[in-house]
């Protein structure tokens, strides 16, 4: 049986080890929290290295991807600096094959490809492909990055301005301590901000765990285009009255893995034992049938 284990920094709470089956081959799935303890994480990604198929990265990219570069993060790195024999990834190449495909795969159960006014998309530096598909289905959309990541009280409209920051703001990304690049899923308590964008959107994506924290109360009618939900995650949504939710991954005995551990699992599943291309990654998703999760309220 093939292995794929993912190590996150985030909650144990949110573990899970389920065993699914692409094409009559067997893969153990298994997500570990470490509740932000980077030694911790660390030491488990030296114990595991040579002993599963493949590892991924919770809570934390190793690097970020846009327009043919890579611009690695060092602080994240150093979690994987004793690993040398297992393929590791961070879910960048899902972010940009999968979700970059999202509203195509997620069609059929949406009654085609839909079409929507206004996306606010709070924070998508790690997430391009999804923030690309957003675009080509909105008529307008706006970037929060700088304001709700960095304090600064700037909104980015459309594709083609957002591009142009990310060129400058990538580099320096790159550089952030850990303490920057990983948000703490343990105490996730919600504190409504931002509402006025929140409001004015009938379409949000971005990571749910993020956008989680600062949600407000009333979102009746939108649809959210999101990542890892579980049964409390998406009650958490219907509460507030969030319409559609479209989770990129698919749903295995309950809940969502991220698309680090899903990144994880197509490597296992390949058996090449290295990091797998986009066009690799994109026959992959279509020859396992590899679908996003659509819940409707």
Same mark, same amino acid.
């Given at each position: 049986?093939?292995?794929?284990?993912?190590v996150s920094l985030g909650s144990s709470t949110r573990d899970k080890r389920v065993e699914i089956e692409f094409k009559g081959q067997a893969i153990l799935v298994e997500r570990i929290?470490?509740?932000g303890d980077v030694a911790r994480a660390q030491q488990l990604f030296a114990e595991l290295d040579g002993q599963v198929d493949c590892l991924s990265v919770g809570g934390v990219d190793l690097e970020l991807r846009f327009d043919g570069r890579a611009y690695p993060l060092y602080a994240a790195r150093k979690l994987v600096k004793h690993v040398h024999h297992t393929p590791v990834v961070d879910g960048q190449g899902?972010?940009?094959?999968?979700?970059r495909r999202v509203f195509e795969l997620a069609a059929p159960f949406l009654d085609g490809q839909?079409?929507?006014?206004?996306?606010? *998309? %709070?924070?998508?530096?790690d997430r391009i492909g999804m923030a690309e598909a957003v675009c080509e289905v909105t008529d307008k959309a706006v970037f929060g990055d700088l304001m709700v990541g960095l304090g600064l009280p700037l909104l980015v409209h459309g594709m083609r301005n957002y591009r142009r920051v990310l060129k400058v703001m990538l580099p320096l990304v790159s550089r952030f301590p850990m303490s920057m690049l990983y948000y703490d899923s343990i105490d996730n308590k919600n504190e409504p901000k931002y509402e006025r964008y929140w409001k004015e959107a009938d379409l949000l994506a971005g990571d749910f765990l993020f956008?989680?924290?600062? *949600? %407000?109360?009333?979102l009746g009618g939108k649809t959210i285009v999101t990542n890892t939900t579980t049964t409390e995650n998406l009650d958490f949504l219907q509460a507030r009255g969030i319409s559609t939710v479209i989770?990129?991954?698919p749903r295995y005995d309950g809940r969502s893995f991220g698309t680090n551990m899903m990144e994880a699992v197509l490597t296992a599943y390949s058996g090449k034992g290295?990091?797998?291309?986009?066009?690799?990654l994109n026959n992959l998703i279509d020859e396992v049938?590899?679908?996003p999760t659509v819940s409707h309220f």
């Open positions: 049986m093939k292995r794929a284990v993912s929290g470490t509740n899902l972010k940009n094959t999968l979700e839909p079409h929507y006014q206004h996306a606010f *998309l %709070p924070m998508v530096a956008m989680s924290k600062v *949600l %407000p109360e009333d989770t990129t991954t290295r990091l797998l291309t986009n066009a690799e049938g590899l679908r």
